[in-house]
T-cell receptor
Framework: SAVISQKPSRDICQRGTSLTIQCQVD?????MFWYRQQPGQSLTLIAT?????????ESGFVIDKFPISRPNLTFSTLTVSNMSPEDSSIYLC?????????FGEGSRLTVL | GESVGLHLPTLSVQEGDNSIINCAYS??????FIWYKQESGKGPQFIID?????DKRQGQRVTVLLNKTVKHLSLQIAATQPGDSAVYFC??????????????FGAGTRLAVHP
């Protein structure tokens, strides 16, 4: 299996600031994704992180708010920009390896 | 972690009973379905999958049933144990352009196993 590590695991942020979440995979994965999981809810796909090109965003998510980088096959970052309390959520990185989708433990952000 | 499943529907079962968790999916073109288990404070973990050309697949203590006519999936857990307590999500695979795919998750069900 692929092991996915996320940093930070949790953070408390002030309104109006930005935070970058890092995702490191121990194997080269074909595809990486970022999901959001709001308290008590299911996972919502934010975007597909494409290696060497711009991410593909789902409806309701835009690059200015959630810029994503993927410089190589094992690493990606998600930035949550100009945060508001509504951005308080768990952000999950995932990677597809040998056909299966593996997840990190998530980054729990609380915005005050 | 501790807030996962707080507002989701809950299925309560006695230890040793069989559990059935249901899921409706939306896209009739989806060709692949997966069940995930999410414990408090952790990311989702793969349990079992099924392709659209099958209607049943069995694993160790788990069985997935697929009914494409009504776009319905179910996960059956035999002899449920306290360690099965978690939130369970179904996910459907949707094709992207260029031959790639993405997973869309269903609403989720919290399974509570009582001794």
């Amino acid at each position: 299996s692929a092991v996915i590590s996320q940093k930070p695991s949790r953070d408390i942020c002030q309104r109006g600031t930005s935070l970058t979440i890092q995702c490191q995979v121990d194997s080269q994965v074909t595809m990486m994704f970022w999901y959001r999981q709001q308290p008590g809810q299911s996972l919502t796909l934010i975007a597909t992180a494409n290696q060497g090109s711009e991410a593909t965003y789902e409806s309701g998510f835009v690059i200015d708010k959630f810029p994503i980088s993927r410089p190589n096959l094992t690493f990606s970052t998600l930035t949550v920009s100009n945060m508001s309390p509504e951005d308080s959520s768990i952000y999950l990185c995932s990677g597809r390896w040998t056909g299966e989708l593996f997840f990190g433990e998530g980054s729990r952000l609380t915005v005050l | 972690g501790e807030s996962v499943g707080l507002h989701l529907p809950t299925l309560s079962v006695q230890e040793g009973d069989n559990s059935i968790i249901n899921c409706a999916y939306s896209n009739s073109a989806s060709d692949y379905f997966i069940w995930y288990k999410q414990e408090s404070g952790k990311g989702p973990q793969f349990i079992i999958d099924i392709r659209s050309n099958m209607d049943k697949r069995q694993g160790q203590r788990v069985t997935v049933l697929l009914n494409k006519t009504v776009k319905h999936l179910s996960l059956q857990i035999a002899a449920t144990q306290p360690g099965d307590s978690a939130v369970y999500f179904c996910a459907e695979n949707t094709a992207l352009s260029g031959g790639y795919n993405k997973l869309i998750f269903g609403a989720g069900t919290r399974l509570a196993v009582h001794p």
